[in-house]
């Protein structure tokens, strides 16, 4: 026993998530009742991952600014700008493609008692009222967005704080990311859960309708994934991306395609950032914040769905109104985690730029609903993999500009 766990952990936890995954997939097809309690794995990975992530994002970013040394180089601008980018040009790419290829719908019922945001100004004021929230309810609720601004705050007024007090900050920091480290070694056995839940609960059959929409939606997401955002990053550092695009996809998007949550992922992207070199007064704030403006799958859930309700009404759209869409659901995704219901309860915001009325962009919101087992799941992982694509071309970048040699092919 003891020689197949010493075994167990030399192989590498990709490979290791990857027998998990396929153990999952034959368990739930073959022997589903007898699986099913199986599920429990994946529901304890999932929260312990939700439960660590808000005290890490606490402790790392308050650590890595109170011991910030005054004149330091930060490149979180760099980041943001990348970002904001990715994120318009996700839902451009979207909204290209849904002319391409429109997509009708057949409009369902079933999520009238959900109430959508009203307009931008309701989303953004929503944002600004979790900068304020209380600290202990913005880590109970894991309002990132309240955290960031605490631990922003606390960092700041503990710049000055003794030398033990700041060891005393960095010794806890230490020791929720090893804690964090324990829950990764875990993922295997969260990962076979979660697929087994997947698979026994939704069935494949109730997608088959929608395979149109399905196809338009993940080609525009695997297009920004290996098109777009290696061209951003080709642009800013000059060198072949894939190494790094595909690294990225490889630990940062397989998880997060599973466990369908950018909170959960926070932890593995830290660690990933981690084993790629990169500094981690940036990554502890740049990786949390991603997570809640970095949202490229969200912005094409959007465009889409809200394009898909247009065609279907026969509604006729000119240039500029779809730039504008562009836009909107740039805008709307960086507020998404902000909206219980994430992306999806934002599609009536842009339905009202075409007049389509609030209870028929509800019913294309319960279309989302439906086929949210895959297109939640492309989403997480296509926003997820990107905070940690982003976060290391801005120091790649920066290291560049600095006349240091970044040579991608070995760091990734």
């Not at 869409?325 to 009202?352: D, E, K, M, R, T």
């Amino acid at each position: 026993m003891y020689n197949m766990m010493k075994k167990w952990n030399q192989i590498s936890l990709v490979k290791q998530i990857a027998i998990g995954l396929i153990i999952g997939i034959i368990l739930a097809i073959t022997i589903p009742e007898v699986a099913k309690p199986v599920t429990i794995l994946g529901s304890l990975f999932v929260g312990a991952l939700k439960a660590i992530a808000p005290v890490l994002v606490l402790f790392l970013v308050m650590s890595a600014i109170a011991q910030h040394k005054s004149g330091q180089q930060t490149n979180m601008k760099s980041v943001i700008i990348l970002y904001l980018l990715g994120t318009f040009l996700a839902g451009l790419i979207a909204v290209i493609v849904s002319f391409m290829f429109p997509v009708g719908l057949t409009l369902t019922k079933g999520v009238e008692e959900v109430t959508a945001p009203g307009g931008v100004t309701e989303v953004l004021k929503g944002l600004l009222l979790n900068i304020v929230d209380n600290p202990v309810k913005a880590i109970f609720n894991a309002n990132y967005i309240g955290i960031l601004a605490w631990a922003i705050l606390l960092g700041l007024t503990l710049k000055n704080a003794s030398d033990t007090t700041k060891t005393m900050i960095s010794n806890f920091s230490d020791a929720v990311s090893k804690m964090v480290t324990w829950v990764i070694k875990l993922a295997p056995l969260g990962i076979m859960g979660l697929v087994i839940e997947s698979i026994t609960t939704n069935g494949i059959e109730s997608l088959l309708s929608y395979g149109k929409l399905l196809f338009v939606l993940i080609g525009c997401m695997l297009l920004v994934a290996l098109v777009v955002n290696p061209i951003i990053v080709f642009i800013a550092i000059r060198q072949n991306p894939y190494p790094l695009v595909f690294r990225c996809l490889k630990e940062s998007g397989i998880t997060a395609f599973f466990t369908r949550s950018s909170a959960a992922n926070i932890p593995v992207n830290m660690k990933l950032c981690e084993k790629l070199g990169l500094d981690k007064d940036t990554y502890s704030v740049s990786i949390p914040l991603g997570a809640t403006i970095n949202m490229a799958g969200a912005a094409v859930t959007i465009s889409v769905l809200t394009l898909a309700a247009v065609h279907t009404l026969g509604i006729q759209v000119d240039i500029p109104t779809a730039i504008i869409l562009s836009v909107l659901s740039a805008i709307c995704a960086c507020g998404a985690s902000g909206v219980a219901g994430g992306s999806l309860l934002l599609i009536p915001l842009a339905c009202s730029l075409f007049g389509i009325p609030t209870d028929v962009a509800m019913q294309v919101v319960g279309v989302g609903f439906i086929i949210g087992v895959l297109q939640d799941s492309f989403e997480t992982a296509l926003n997820s993999s990107t905070d940690v694509l982003f976060t290391a071309t801005a120091e790649y970048k920066m290291q560049i500009k600095e006349g240091n040699k970044v040579n991608i092919n070995k760091i990734a």
